[in-house]
């Protein structure tokens, strides 16, 4: 067996075009959807994210707000534009970039962007929402892996998703998602006994923990989903997952590359997102 790929450059480009129909024609009832991006500090990182970020809204049509601030910028301050932000009709969706100075409480200011304008999913008006099953925004990263599942047509019902991770912006928000969808959900993490034993037991698994082989082929069950968040560089510096692609491919039934499959979903959703506050605007 060799594992199908879960492309997401070609389901991105996918849910782009309908992103930008659907600007289209709010731009035809007075609204644009607005994203306004917080970049404070010189994060190289950061800086790569933004600018992929500004260049999304662009090709959607949407109109974008980057704010550069030196890493010197006070909390006080950052507080105050993102309340400017939240009071500003034009803007739709408020991304403060993260990690932010270490003087900066990142959680504060999360917390300091209107629900209705946070299209990162972070806020705890959104995970409560979520939890609760209520509507809200969706953190992308998880949002993306859903999509992906959607795009080929997996049933979740009644199967075991293990994700690995435990993060606020992946795992536990992944975990939940999976849930919605009537999946058992097991969550491991870094004090988990037997990893392995749990993911033979899984038909589908997700990996978000920015550790390289993390899943190796003999962790996997013949024919199960993987989906790989990680982020990573290997020994030749070459982008890599937490998944051990080549032997894992030879097990799975279907696998997510690195790069090019959940990387280009995260900013897509974030453009989903975005489009739907500016959507709300109407009802």
Request: aromatic share 4%.
């Amino acid at each position: 067996m060799t594992a199908q790929l879960i492309d997401g450059n070609a389901l991105s480009r996918q849910l782009r075009a309908d992103v930008s129909a659907r600007v289209t024609a709010l731009k035809a009832k007075g609204i644009t959807p607005g994203l306004a991006v917080i970049l404070v500090g010189d994060n190289p990182a950061s800086q790569v994210y933004v600018r992929n970020k500004v260049k999304a809204c662009e090709d959607t049509g949407m109109h974008s707000l980057l704010e550069r601030w030196p890493a010197s910028l006070s909390e006080a301050e950052l507080l105050a534009r993102v309340a400017a932000l939240n009071s500003d009709a034009s803007i739709h969706g408020i991304l403060v970039q993260l990690p932010l100075p270490a003087h900066i409480n990142a959680q504060k200011v999360i917390e300091a962007i209107a629900p209705s304008k946070d299209v990162d999913g972070f806020h705890m008006a959104s995970a409560g929402a979520l939890m609760t099953g209520m509507p809200g925004f969706w953190p992308c990263t998880p949002y993306g892996c859903m999509k992906m599942l959607e795009s080929i047509g997996y049933d979740l019902k009644g199967k075991h998703a293990v994700v690995i991770g435990r993060s606020n912006i992946v795992g536990k928000p992944m975990a939940l998602m999976l849930l919605q969808q009537n999946a058992t959900v097991t969550i491991c993490h870094s004090a988990t006994q037997d990893l392995k034993a749990l993911t033979l037991q899984a038909d589908v698994i997700v990996a978000a923990v920015g550790k390289r082989n993390v899943v190796t082929a003999d962790m996997v069950k013949p024919g199960a989903v993987v989906l790989d968040v990680g982020m990573n560089r290997n020994e030749e510096g070459k982008l890599c997952g937490d998944v051990d692609f080549d032997g894992v491919k030879a097990v799975a039934s279907w696998i997510t590359p690195v790069p090019g499959g959940v990387g280009p979903m995260t900013i897509t959703m974030l453009m989903v997102n975005t489009l739907e506050s500016a959507e709300s605007q109407l009802s």
